[in-house]
């Protein structure tokens, strides 16, 4: 292991005996988030009382956090708010977006996307009223099914079940060449791989917290406006956080200015200062070289998986420059085969119908962890393991 990714590595709390391979659901524990919360609690909260919202920085959170994130997905400063839930953001982001091409009805979106998504925006077609339709193609279709019908093109920049990358430069640059309105999910990219969303001229962009970012289970999203756009757009949803002069308490909604508008309720300050601190592991972690090593790491792992487990087929994409930085197998019985490399301390998880999906997260994994891993992996399916019973018990969270 390179020392940068050494010194990675040891600002984490990783459980003994245990290779985790699912930061692209939920990220592991930054021993910084532990010690950050709990001095907001004990000293924050616990001695400043109300008055921290001012002495503690409460109120700036949403934007300070949010820029920790732009500087990673190449966003301009001041074009990232972090809070609410990401579904939140993509409705916010939606109906904000669709206004601005009021003579259009169709949001396309390709059947990868993550189903929340497509859900959302079933929902806004149904709210709006104005014969709004959710088009969905197969994702190698979504380039050519741009037409000046799409109002809006909703892409999830990696498919949640395979790990296959769209072309956003150039799915962005097709889009509004025909008058289209972008919208990307980083829910798989932000901290994943270098990311440029004012480099590909994006319109508007979501995200979550808790994968890749490290900041914890349910930790805030974010949401992106490139600065073109701020002072023109509308979201349905406007809270008094959102408002010009919130301690005004005007009666009359006014949007604030920039990105602030995008705001809607009271931060959530724990969650927020957990997150805040997860991202300071990315201090001086050069971007590029973690999508290096993410790829040799991944590229490893594919090599033992194929090479000692032939039942397994790879439903990601070969080529590592059309993935993200996860690695998906097949396999009839995968969520048995999962919850028995799950027992015996290689983490991973699974996706309906048959995908195991493997997470690469350079900042804490190295090449002895994924050499466990494939040899855990081996025995498990050399042995038939994932036959017993055990393991065929469906959780609620698979």
Excluded at 353 to 376: E, H, K, Q
Aim: net charge neutral; aromatic share 8%.
């Amino acid at each position: 292991m390179t020392d940068a990714f050494a010194r990675a590595r040891a600002l984490f709390d990783l459980p003994q005996g245990v290779v985790y391979l699912d930061g692209n659901s939920l990220g592991a524990l930054p021993r910084a988030a532990r010690e950050r919360v709990r001095r907001e609690i004990d000293e924050s909260w616990g001695r400043e009382l109300i008055r921290a919202w001012n002495t503690a920085g409460w109120m700036d959170l949403p934007a300070q956090v949010g820029d920790k994130i732009g500087a990673l997905v190449g966003a301009e400063k001041g074009a990232i708010v972090a809070g609410d839930s990401t579904s939140i953001n993509l409705f916010k982001a939606l109906t904000a977006a669709l206004p601005l091409q009021p003579t259009r009805r169709v949001i396309l979106s390709d059947t990868g996307n993550f189903p929340t998504d497509l859900y959302v925006a079933e929902g806004v077609c149904r709210l709006l009223g104005q014969g709004h339709a959710l088009k969905t193609v197969e994702p190698e279709a979504a380039g050519d099914a741009l037409d000046e019908s799409v109002a809006v093109l909703m892409l999830t920049q990696v498919d949640y079940r395979t790990g296959r990358l769209h072309d956003m430069r150039e799915l962005t640059r097709r889009a509004q060449a025909l008058g289209i309105i972008t919208i990307w999910d980083l829910a798989h990219s932000a901290g994943a791989f270098p990311v440029d969303l004012a480099g590909c001229g994006v319109d508007i962009a979501i995200g979550c917290g808790y994968k890749y970012l490290n900041g914890g289970p349910g930790a805030p999203a974010f949401i992106y406006v490139a600065p073109r756009w701020q002072a023109r757009i509308e979201p349905a949803l406007t809270g008094w956080l959102g408002h010009a002069a919130p301690f005004a308490f005007e009666l009359n909604y006014r949007p604030a200015a920039a990105i602030d508008r995008l705001r809607v309720g009271t931060p959530p300050v724990l969650s927020l200062a957990a997150l805040d601190a997860a991202l300071d592991v990315f201090e001086g972690v050069d971007m590029p070289a973690l999508r290096k090593r993410s790829i040799e790491l991944s590229e490893a792992f594919i090599r033992g998986v194929e090479a000692n487990c032939p039942a397994l087929t790879l439903a990601s994409p070969r080529d590592p420059a059309l993935r993200g930085s996860q690695v998906s197998f097949r396999f009839a019985h995968g969520y048995a085969a999962m919850q028995a490399l799950i027992a015996r301390g290689v983490i991973g998880d699974f996706r309906a119908p048959d995908v195991m999906r493997f997470g690469f997260t350079p900042l804490y994994l190295s090449p002895a962890d994924i050499d466990r891993a494939v040899a855990v992996i081996a025995e498990v399916m050399r042995e038939r393991l994932w036959d017993k019973p055990e393991y065929a018990a469906r959780s609620r969270v698979t």
